[in-house]
Nanobody
Framework: QVHVVESGGGSVQAGGSLRLSCADP???????????MAWYRQSPGKIRELVAQ???????NYAASVKGRFTISKDNARKRMYLQMNNLKPEDTGIYYC?????????WGQGTQVTVSS
């Protein structure tokens, strides 16, 4: 049973920062540490797109539009994954979703709204 808990969204001015978090607190540590995880976002009028991903081994990948501004990280001891978003731009506005790949299955968080105003 997967329970993806997602939080940290909000409204900020351009240039501000937010830190999103994603957790699966009911899974045991040995399982969580083997997960591949990612953040996606969906902006109005656009399809859902990959923002950042992190493998169980710690490798990371970023969309070109956020590289250098966003940092994805994973804390296995706390069973949490984060997306630190700095220097936010209005085009970063959208619903951000946590994605978990676990033994061939995909799980999604409920989404958290990020709004960046000019």
């Amino acid at each position: 049973q997967v329970h993806v808990v997602e939080s940290g969204g909000g409204s900020v001015q351009a240039g501000g920062s937010l830190r999103l978090s994603c957790a699966d607190p009911r899974v045991i540590l040995s399982v969580f540490s083997s997960d591949n995880m990612a953040w996606y976002r969906q902006s109005p009028g656009k399809i859902r797109e990959l923002v950042a991903q992190i493998t169980s081994g710690g490798g990371t990948n970023y969309a070109a539009s956020v590289k250098g501004r966003f940092t994805i990280s994973k804390d296995n001891a706390r069973k949490r994954m984060y997306l630190q978003m700095n220097n936010l731009k209005p085009e970063d506005t959208g619903i951000y979703y946590c994605n978990i790949e676990r033994r061939g299955s995909t799980y999604w968080g409920q989404g958290t709204q990020v709004t960046v105003s000019s």
